[in-house]
């Protein structure tokens, strides 16, 4: 056990809708990341919050967005799903330190179908 | 830039057997290394990581992962395999250590474990 959980686990979306995915982080770290692993491949970096705001972003559509609250917990949401956002999202958390050598505890994941 | 390659997409070994899991990096910077494993429908857990101290590390459930410079390695080794042992493993560079705390993991592609009896 990790003390980083998501929910839902499964979620079943139509093209083009909107999904919120919800990620609860580890007591006492301030950093919240996100990952995108497609079937058979390795996670993909979103992005990263740290205390509020987005501090890195890999090369996702701005139709991926995200949202960190006080209490560390994070939220992502994407708009207007394609097929291709079929996936399991996974949520880390961690400690910021500036040498970026951070220790990221991960969740079980949320798998997004859209049809 | 940081890259990682997992040299094996699949590795089969018998129960007892030792296990050799290949991971060849790529990093501007003196890189923190990590293998992660994920088990059917989890999510992933961490077994060792590797950042400039000792090149031996040693990790959970008898892992360990020896920091090669010269050749960029960072396999991933246990003498003896379990059954419980069958799963995905993934290789993980950091980003830029001089990026101002910017956390990003970046993945190998993977490598299925198959354990037979």
């Known amino acids: 056990e990790t003390g980083v959980t998501q929910s839902p686990t499964h979620l079943i979306k139509t093209r083009g809708q909107q999904v919120t995915l919800r990620c609860s982080s580890q007591?006492?770290?301030?950093?919240v990341s996100w990952y995108q692993q497609a079937l058979g491949q390795g996670p993909q970096f979103i992005f990263q919050?740290?205390?509020?705001?987005?501090?890195g972003r890999g090369n996702f559509p701005p139709r991926f967005s995200g949202l960190q609250f006080p209490n560390y917990s994070s939220e992502l949401n994407v708009n207007a799903l394609e097929l291709d956002d079929s996936a399991l999202y996974l949520c880390?958390?961690?400690?910021?330190?500036?040498?970026?050598?951070?220790?990221?505890?991960f969740g079980q994941g949320t798998r997004l179908t859209v049809v | 830039a940081q890259s990682v390659t997992q040299l094996d997409s699949h590795v089969s070994v018998s129960e007892g057997t030792p296990v050799l899991l290949r991971c060849n990096y790529s990093?501007?910077?003196?890189?923190?290394l990590f293998w992660y494993v994920q088990h059917p429908n989890k999510g992933l857990q961490l077994l060792l990581k590797?950042?400039?101290?000792?090149?031996l590390v040693k990790g959970i459930n008898g892992f360990e992962a020896e920091f090669k410079k010269s050749e960029t390695s960072f396999h991933l080794t246990k003498p003896s395999a379990h059954m419980s042992d069958a799963a995905e493993y993934f290789c993980?560079?950091?980003?830029?250590?001089?990026?101002?705390?910017?956390?990003?993991?970046?993945f190998g592609a993977g490598t299925r474990l198959a354990v037979h009896p």
């Open positions: 880390a958390s961690s400690l910021r330190s500036l040498d970026g050598r951070a220790e990221a505890f």
């Open positions: 007591s006492g770290h301030n950093t």
């Open positions: 919050y740290y205390r509020e705001e987005e501090n």
């Open positions: 990093s501007s910077y003196s890189p923190s």
């Open positions: 590797y950042t400039s101290a000792a090149t």
């Open positions: 993980v560079v950091t980003h830029n250590p001089f990026s101002g705390g910017y956390n990003k993991l970046i």
